[in-house]
């Protein structure tokens, strides 16, 4: 399975983006997560299949909205209200199963440069 993500931009602080992730087939659970410069990689979100299970990280919570289009295999990550703490690469990512950890997830896309301007 092959995942493009898209929608990254420059943003000014308290405003909104919209990423995308399309994949080439299906995949179980899709997830996001994003690396800051000099920082680890970070767990963000994820989504089940049937979007009955959806995980945040506590940073994200209240402002960042995850969803999927199934009949498209792709997945949405609505971020609102941003703060420049969430200037970082955004990577998409698929697993079989839904978890926080980086290391489960075997597949993932380039990566997409979101920056928050205060």
């Known amino acids: 399975v092959q995942l493009q993500a898209s929608g990254g931009g420059l943003v000014q602080a308290g405003g909104s983006l919209r990423l995308s992730c399309a994949a080439s087939g299906r995949t179980l659970i899709m997830g996001w997560f994003r690396q800051a410069a000099g920082k680890a990689r970070e767990f963000v979100s994820a989504i089940t299949w049937s979007s009955s299970t959806i995980l945040y990280a506590d940073s994200v919570k209240g402002r960042f909205t995850i969803s999927r289009d199934n009949s498209k295999n792709t997945v949405v990550l609505q971020m609102n209200s941003l703060k420049p703490e969430d200037t970082a690469v955004y990577y998409c990512?698929?697993?079989?199963?839904?978890?926080?950890?980086?290391?489960?997830?075997?597949?993932w896309g380039q990566g997409t440069l979101v920056t928050v301007s205060s």
């Open positions: 990512a698929g697993s079989t199963y839904i978890t926080r950890s980086s290391s489960q997830y075997s597949y």
